[in-house]
Nanobody, 123 residues
Framework: QVQLVESGGGLVQAGGSLRLSCAAS????????MGWFRQAPGREREFVAA????????DYADYVKGRFTISRDNAKNTVYLQMNSLKPEDTAVYYC????????????????WGQGTQVIVSS
């Protein structure tokens, strides 16, 4: 399975943007579907976005549609999450996840998970 390391989190004002990155190593990255989840304090981990192995299929949670974009660069073994029009309720630890099966990624039962990167959106 792949090992995943997130980066790019930080503090941003409401309405601002951040781009998260997730670097993969270990297994063949281009065999893996990738995704992002997030967990806010006191809340369950929730799905944010997912992308198929070749980038041809993407899926988003309703609460980020139109604001967030997931993409991947298989040559760099990296998946990205571009977050625009950020809101205070987007504050959470964001986790990168990967699995050969896209439904496992969307369902939160993927093989590989990163350690997370903190995003704080101030009002």
């Amino acid at each position: 399975q792949v090992q995943l390391v997130e980066s790019g989190g930080g503090l941003v004002q409401a309405g601002g943007s951040l781009r998260l990155s997730c670097a993969a190593s270990g297994d063949s990255f281009n065999r893996y579907c990738m995704g992002w989840f997030r967990q806010a304090p006191g809340r369950e981990r929730e799905f944010v976005a997912a992308v198929s192995w070749n980038g041809g299929v993407t899926d988003y949670a309703d609460y980020v549609k139109g604001r967030f974009t997931i993409s991947r660069d298989n040559a760099k073994n990296t998946v990205y999450l571009q977050m625009n029009s950020l809101k205070p309720e987007d504050t959470a630890v964001y986790y990168c996840t990967g699995d050969p099966n896209l439904s496992n990624v969307v369902g939160g039962v993927a093989l590989s998970w990163g350690q997370g990167t903190q995003v704080i959106v101030s009002s």
